[in-house]
């Protein structure tokens, strides 16, 4: 049975990173680090997820790069924040996740060009640390919010702390659905 506790103190904006309808009854948001063997782990449970309930849900993603343990985490985000400034955040997502072993910043090159990003204004964001204050915001929120690991999720702004399989999150989600 899920159990939830805090609540979400930054609510899912337009701010955030969505995909699904914003009309979608439940929320899903996670609070994720891109190196962390786990998210890995849930960002294919996400997308089965996803596919299951379809217009049902909207998925957010959240940064929350454990620097102590994950070099990479926090330049991976601030890749991701670069490819969403050219329009292209869930196909750097998706990409971030598949190579997780290769992250270094030769290898994110190598990612943004793969996504067909336009590589100067890339390497250019990244070289500057333009998306180091989005990330952080979005570590903050975290931590005010009673993140302190990866993945955290929440249910429309309610912490999910249930089983991080399949069945167990779309259980959560329809017992969200109840409660609405």
């Known amino acids: 049975m899920s159990t939830y506790s805090p609540h979400l103190l930054l609510p ?27 998210c890995r782990a849930a960002h294919v449970v996400v997308a089965e997820v996803r596919l299951r309930l379809m217009n049902r849900l909207r998925f957010a993603y959240r940064h929350f790069p454990l620097t102590n343990v994950h070099p990479h985490a926090q330049r991976a985000a601030e890749a991701a924040e670069a490819a969403g400034a050219q329009g292209r955040f869930w196909a750097m997502h998706d990409r971030l996740f598949e190579y997780q072993d290769a992250l270094e910043d030769d290898d994110l090159l190598i990612h943004a060009e793969a996504i067909g990003l336009d590589l100067p204004r890339f390497a ?44 167990s999150l779309i259980e959560g989600i329809e017992l969200a659905l109840e409660v609405r």
């Open 12 to 38: 899912v904006s337009e701010r955030d990173h969505t995909i699904g309808p914003a009309s979608a009854p439940v929320t899903l948001l996670e609070y994720g680090d891109y190196e962390c063997p786990y």
């Open 124 to 167: 250019r964001e990244l070289a500057a640390r333009i998306h180091t204050a989005r990330v952080r915001e979005d570590f903050m929120s975290g931590v005010r919010s009673g993140v302190n690991g990866t993945p955290t999720f929440y249910l429309n702004d309610i912490r999910y702390d249930g089983g991080r399989d399949a069945v």
